[in-house]
């Protein structure tokens, strides 16, 4: 059973842009409880059910998207997907100039998809913040109690994680902001990356220590082994390959027949692949009458085919994130996940999805590949009408993934045995043979396992710091340059400098 996230309503409107703003002790018109400043501590301890609407309330942070304040949403597909090797912008040449720059490593502090993320990730962490203040206030029982704020800190350190892989240090905000803190010079300006990393693993390892086993609570809540997937991430990305081993160890080795890999591939990123053996953590979605509160808006009709050339039938969407030549050709012939990753639009004829719609020839249709990934069926899954809110779960950690971050650690501590078992299994799944354990080709298989999995870009940098020289060749093979020691980060959007009256710095090189 999935929780009811839409008991607690994501409404409608705009939301504040500044990172001031984000501080403030009200809800920003998200919450519909009361503010933070109008919820009595009487009221909270004699209510306990405040204590769990305000953590759905953080959960449904994630479903924002659309072209305002992003988590997981069009903005974010841009900064992670887009911005790599994976994918060029798509849509028409000249749709959507600041996805355009992105692509192309031209964007400026100005752009505005980079201010949509910062937005969108200090309005959930500004969420958190309240819901952990309040939460601590409340009568529950103490492991009752352990387990949502557990919950929180899992979904903050996810935030800060992204915001640091985007931005690098970024203000540290660990607390709701009494009144006189609000706008002061402590709480706008930024903090270290090695802080900020701190700060996640500390919230990271809280979860793990207090959130249930997988099983023990309702699907899609944060459990132990989400919490230890990604705390294993944070440490391959710190090059701590011990901790990311150990972590990762206890979900492969102490699992057994609680996760696995699902089969087919493609499968994975269906109706019938939601929540299944492979899912660690996973954004959820449903339907509902009022179709506003329960997907992220725009995240699959952005990505879906679109109408070019002849025209003459009903697309499936805007167009973005298209696959590149250089993903196609990276796969291995025979490789299941090539075709379950990417929608290839034949020249002449039409192309029929996995559900029988036809997609005509490629003189009807704008681009040539789309992401399968990201595709969600009008016909054979459920949805309420509106395609702005098509229910896709996003898969935000895998099984399969769990299994290469334990294999890259083991090969880098020198246990090849580990790694061969982690990706001879991956591979197994794929129709492939065995490969040797190379950090190396554990990095292929990264690439073409996660394809359009909004974790490329991200990827690229890591390994440029575990073996400099990779990531220029690579983006210069697309016709892009990438300038070493800048495009490692996204600049500090200038309106949040703007209103922090400069007291935000900006990145090197913007």
Not at 396 to 401: K, S
Not at 495 to 506: A, F, H, K, R, Y
Request: charged share 20%; with cysteine.
């Amino acid at each position: 059973m999935k929780p009811n996230f839409s008991a607690f309503p994501r409404r409608a409107g705009t939301a504040a842009l500044a990172l001031t703003l984000a501080l403030a002790s009200g809800c920003n018109g998200f919450l519909d409880v009361a503010p933070q400043g109008q919820l009595s501590e009487d009221a909270i301890r004699n209510d306990p059910g405040i204590a769990q609407k305000l953590v759905d309330g953080v959960y449904n942070t994630m479903y924002l998207g659309g072209f305002g304040p992003d988590i997981h949403g069009l903005q974010f597909v841009i900064l992670t997907d887009i911005a790599s090797d994976d994918a060029d912008k798509g849509s028409t040449p000249t749709d959507y100039n600041d996805a355009l720059t992105i692509d192309n490593f031209t964007l400026t502090p100005s752009n505005g998809t980079v201010n949509n993320a910062w937005t969108g990730y200090y309005q959930g962490i500004s969420r958190a913040n309240q819901a952990l203040d309040k939460i601590a206030l409340t009568t529950v029982p103490d492991a009752t109690k352990n387990n949502l704020l557990g919950q929180v800190r899992f979904l903050r350190g996810y935030f800060y994680f992204n915001m640091v892989r985007l931005f690098g240090g970024v203000p540290k905000l660990d607390r709701v902001p009494t009144a006189s803190e609000i706008g002061s010079p402590q709480l706008q300006q930024r903090a270290s990356a090695a802080d900020i990393y701190a700060f996640i693993i500390s919230d990271l390892q809280f979860a793990v220590d207090n959130l249930p086993l997988k099983g023990a609570t309702e699907t899609g809540r944060a459990t132990k082994a989400a919490a230890q997937g990604l705390l294993a991430k944070v440490y391959l990305y710190q090059k701590n390959y011990q901790k990311a081993f150990d972590l990762t160890e206890e979900i492969v080795k102490g699992r057994s027949g609680t996760y696995g890999l699902f089969r087919p591939y493609a499968d994975i990123w269906r109706t019938a692949g939601a929540n299944s053996v492979e899912s660690i953590f996973e954004v959820q979605a449903g339907t509902n009458a009022s179709c506003d509160n329960s997907a992220v808006n725009l995240y699959t009709v952005s990505q879906g085919p679109r109408a070019g050339g002849l025209r003459g039938w009903a697309d499936l969407g805007f167009g973005f994130n298209n696959p590149t030549t250089d993903l196609a050709n990276a796969y291995e012939p025979n490789d299941v996940r090539k075709n379950g990753s990417i929608i290839f639009i034949k020249p002449k004829g039409p192309t029929v999805l996995w559900d029988g719609f036809r997609v005509p020839g490629q003189d009807s249709v704008e681009n040539s590949r789309y992401s399968y990934k990201a595709y969600h069926s009008r016909t054979k899954e459920a949805n309420c009408g509106n395609n702005d809110y098509l229910p896709k779960n996003i898969r935000v950690l895998r099984y399969a993934e769990i299994l290469l971050i334990h294999a890259e650690a083991a090969a880098q501590l020198g246990n090849a045995g580990a790694a061969q078992s982690d990706l001879d299994a991956v591979r197994s799944r794929a129709g492939l043979a065995p490969t040797a354990p190379t950090v190396a080709n554990i990095w292929k298989e990264r690439r073409v396992e996660l394809a359009l999995e909004h974790d490329r870009f991200f990827d690229l940098v890591r390994q440029e710091s575990v073996t400099p020289g990779r990531i220029v060749p690579i983006f210069a093979a697309q016709g892009k340059t990438f300038v070493k020691g800048k495009h490692e980060l996204f600049p500090i959007p200038q309106p949040q400098i703007d209103l922090s009256g400069g007291l935000l710095t900006q990145n090197p090189g913007y």
